[in-house]
């Protein structure tokens, strides 16, 4: 596996910008969305580096009663935010009913929201370098929790064929053909089902990043093993990073990676995306990546936010005066643009200001923006 893992020199890393015509143009327009980041480096920075939120959700319609429902400003929201790609992620564990039609029905939901957006899905790793030196916003199309294949192997073919290159393969609840053992839930399976084995094999074969978010140790262990390629954990934090408000740490404690956990998904050449739960400003959350980074290496850390980029409905930012009548904002944390009180730069802005106040590089910054990602992807997709 550690054949996948590559370094970038500060050339390559840089290379985007020099590729970019109107590169002044474009830091200007970045410099736009940074609001009180005062650092000049920052719009620099994100204007060099790809960004990517690698577990971010979008809600959208999954049942024949909510279609079509409202438009989202995807595109506006993620211009605002300064992040290049995201994993656009869904998941259909919540509802009661089927599954399957819910997926179908959530991909289209999302055909239909791109296009309003005049944005693409990026399959490959071309397609995502491509869509940042032409300043474009992009999504990787990604679902949380395999619940729709049922026991059907042939669906993650078909799943491909719809633009998915991000599988996680457990969620909250478990599948009605189980995959294996989710970190939340008593051990039932002994890790890793035969059938979840498959999945594995299939993405390989297919040429789907598996995501291993909600696989409690001995799942991991043996997804590991099953796998010919690198592996995500889009979204999780080190179990030493607990924040200052013990009722929310003990209610994510057991979603939390531990090091020897963080440890082996590193050594097979994989990544893990840190969330913003549990941090409660852009210095805390910086302090978690480097936490993470510490144990297992700046070349194996990603942002995986956990959050939403929009809301259904909704316009950048609030409108002036407030909501409308009757609307509310979420509250803080649930939007990427808003994960922190007061924040009035987009997400990405405010996220590279702290990383330099906690001393990471601008090549390091860039490999945990995105660089990490897109070798990972490009490994698990062969593009």
């Known amino acids: 596996m550690q054949d996948f893992k590559r370094s970038y020199s500060r050339q390559q ?5 020099a590729m970019t015509a109107g590169a002044g143009m474009i830091l200007r327009a970045h410099s736009a969305w940074a609001a009180e980041v005062t650092d000049p480096r920052v719009a620099e ?7 990517i939120d690698t577990h971010n959700h979008i809600d959208v319609p999954l049942t024949a009663a909510e279609i079509p429902g409202p438009d989202i400003d995807l595109s506006d929201e993620m211009k605002r935010s300064g992040l290049s790609a995201i994993c656009m992620t869904f998941a259909t564990d919540y509802q009661q009913g089927d599954a399957y039609d819910r997926f179908l029905k959530g991909l289209s939901s999302m055909d239909r929201q791109l ?8 399959l490959s790793t071309a397609d995502l370098r491509s869509a940042h030196e032409k300043s474009l ?13 049922q026991g059907h192997l042939e669906r993650v073919e078909e799943a491909y064929h719809r633009g998915l290159r991000h599988l996680g393969l457990l969620h909250d609840s478990d599948a009605s053909v189980p995959l294996g053992d989710v970190y939340t839930n008593p051990p039932r399976y002994a890790g890793l089902t035969a059938f979840g084995t498959s999945v594995i094999k299939e993405c390989n074969r297919l040429g789907i990043l598996i995501d291993l978010a909600h696989a409690n140790m001995q799942t991991t262990q043996m997804a590991l093993a099953a796998t010919t390629r690198p592996v995500i954990i889009s979204h999780t934090g080190l179990d030493t990073q607990l924040g200052s408000d013990s009722r929310m740490a003990q209610m994510m404690r057991p979603r939390l990676i531990r090091k020897e956990q963080a440890k082996i998904v590193a050594n097979a050449g994989g990544i893990i995306g840190v969330w913003t739960h549990l941090a409660d400003t852009p210095l805390d959350y910086a302090r978690n990546i480097r936490a993470l980074a510490d144990v ?6 990603c942002i995986g936010t956990d959050t939403k980029l929009t809301q259904p409905g909704s316009r950048p930012g609030p409108p002036p005066g407030g909501p409308p009548p009757g609307q509310q904002h ?5 939007r990427t643009n808003q994960a922190w009180q007061d924040q009035t730069a987009g997400f990405y ?7 330099l106040k906690t001393g990471f590089t601008h090549d390091e910054i860039g490999k945990i923006g995105g660089e990490n990602f897109l070798r990972v992807f490009g490994a698990a997709t062969g593009k």
């Open 137 to 149: 916003p992009t999504v990787i199309q990604a679902v949380e929790g395999a619940h729709f294949l």
């Open 349 to 355: 802005y405010v996220v590279v200001d702290a990383m």
């Open 330 to 334: 979420p509250r803080v944390g649930e």
């Open 45 to 51: 920075i994100v204007a060099a580096t790809i960004g």
């Open 13 to 17: 890393f840089l290379s985007t910008v």
């Open 296 to 301: 297992i290496g700046v070349d194996h850390v």
């Open 115 to 122: 296009e309003r957006n005049k944005m693409k899905r990026s």
